[in-house]
């Protein structure tokens, strides 16, 4: 049989009441390893007044008490880092190392939360005007929620709910249906930790209970992290019932490389960062835009057998694996599409992972690495998030036109350039434009 998953709610874990499941799979292999079920709106309002009525007595609590808890759930995510990686990777496809990384970054922000005592004190003007002093206070809105993807199922909702619940909020945790197992056991460390039951409660479903948060009289502030189609939708919508609505979508990264670069390191950058997690990461770098002919024919022979080389396979082979599977069958499909869409639109396909196989998992979501070039801005590769092991090499003809490229991408994120020269350095950080 496979394991039935619900929600966290109160402090114990509910199965849903909906009647309607989501198979979730291992994405190395296909099977079917549980089933989720999808929440109903009801069952999302009867969590938010759980998480309502328990809010005031958790925001009485002095932040140093509220820190402790803090300190607690640190301890807990390194006793259980392994089981937590292992639960990551095998719903996810990301391996070890990568999962440990996504709970790592995650568990940094809660230790930064320990600092509440200090990050929570108020502000004090004596004399700002005749007679006048003015003080203001840092306090909880009361209950707040948070969307969040796939591709970080641990780093995530930790960078939402906990700043959220130090602060003296209760907070509704809606995680991808994709991999719902590790924000439940997070939830679960968090009680361990000392946290009062309902302040983190985790509901899990569709658009059903993505629209009920938004539309829910008592949630006060949603967070979310996601497409830009999605994140367009939450943030109108959100917005106009008057809640405080932080939206981050869609990514295109951009590397320059500079004629003095060292092609050795931004070769390797690229690849790590191009390719980790199968490209499945919101700061993946999709584009390399090379200044010069000479600096991108250079680039593609570093690059190219780098490219041909990783090694890919499931979390289970060891670590000494680059990168796994996409999330499920849709990705793949969507990559693989993209891929052809660039071949056909004119783009050199240097190097082609569109028929890589495994031997044992031929129903895995598997894609090997590939590499584009003389992409340019009308291509679909380039003008879209792939979201893939995808790498795209752009040509510039000088500085100017590479910096150029990033900044007028619809999308931002991050950005970086390779160079050996001090002066363009300090100007490209100068003057690039392109961010969060």
């Not at 070769?267 to 960062?273: F, H, I, P």
Request: some cysteine; hydrophobic content about 40%.
């Amino acid at each position: 049989m496979v394991e039935e998953l619900g929600n966290l709610v109160a402090g114990k874990r509910l199965n849903s009441q909906s009647g309607r499941y989501l198979d979730i799979s291992n994405p190395a292999t296909g099977q079917v390893i549980g089933k989720l079920g999808m929440s109903s709106a009801s069952e999302l309002s009867d969590a938010i007044a759980n998480a309502k009525a328990a809010q005031p007595a958790w925001a009485a609590i002095n932040p140093q008490r509220r820190a402790r808890v803090m300190m607690n759930f640190v301890q807990l995510l390194n006793r259980d880092m392994d089981k937590l990686a292992e639960a990551l990777s095998r719903e996810h496809g990301k391996t070890i190392p990568d999962a440990r990384g996504d709970i790592i970054r995650g568990l940094e922000v809660a230790e930064f939360c320990i600092g509440a005592p200090h990050l929570l004190k108020g502000e004090f003007s004596e004399g700002a005007g005749t007679d006048i002093d003015i003080h203001s206070l840092r306090q909880p809105l009361g209950v707040v929620a948070g969307i969040t993807p796939f591709n970080f199922p641990a780093m995530i909702p930790m960078w939402k709910f906990c700043p959220a619940i130090v602060s003296g909020n209760a907070f509704i945790l809606k995680p991808s249906e994709r991999a719902p197992s590790v924000p439940l056991m997070l939830g679960e460390l968090m009680l361990e930790a000392g946290l009062p039951e309902g302040i983190l409660n985790v509901v899990n479903g569709d658009k059903e209970v993505v629209d009920a948060i938004l539309d829910h009289e008592d949630i006060m502030a949603i967070g979310f992290v996601g497409s830009t189609p999605i994140a367009e939708y939450i943030y109108a919508r959100g917005c106009t019932n008057g809640k405080r609505v932080q939206c981050f979508g869609s990514a295109k990264n951009h590397m320059i490389i500079m004629p003095d670069a060292d092609l050795d390191q931004a070769a390797d950058a690229l690849v790590g960062a191009g390719y980790g997690a199968a490209g499945e990461r919101c700061m993946a770098i999709s584009v390399a835009v090379a200044v010069g002919d000479e600096t991108a024919n250079a680039l593609i022979e570093k690059l190219a057998p780098r490219v041909k080389a990783l090694k890919i396979g499931p979390y289970t082979a060891g670590n000494e694996v680059d990168f796994g599977p996409l999330i499920n069958k849709e990705a793949r499909q969507r990559v693989l599409d993209l891929v052809n869409s660039g071949v056909k639109q004119g783009a050199d396909l240097v190097v082609d992972g569109r028929d890589f196989s495994l031997p044992d998992y031929a129903q895995g979501n598997f894609i090997g690495g590939c590499l584009f070039d003389n992409v340019n801005t009308e291509m679909d590769i380039y003008r879209e998030e792939i979201f893939g092991p995808v790498l795209n090499i752009m040509r510039a003809k000088d500085y100017h036109e590479a910096i150029a490229i990033p900044m007028n991408n619809q999308y931002g994120n991050g950005v970086s350039i390779y160079t050996r020269d001090g002066d363009t350095a300090r100007d490209f950080t100068s003057r690039i434009n392109v961010g969060m």
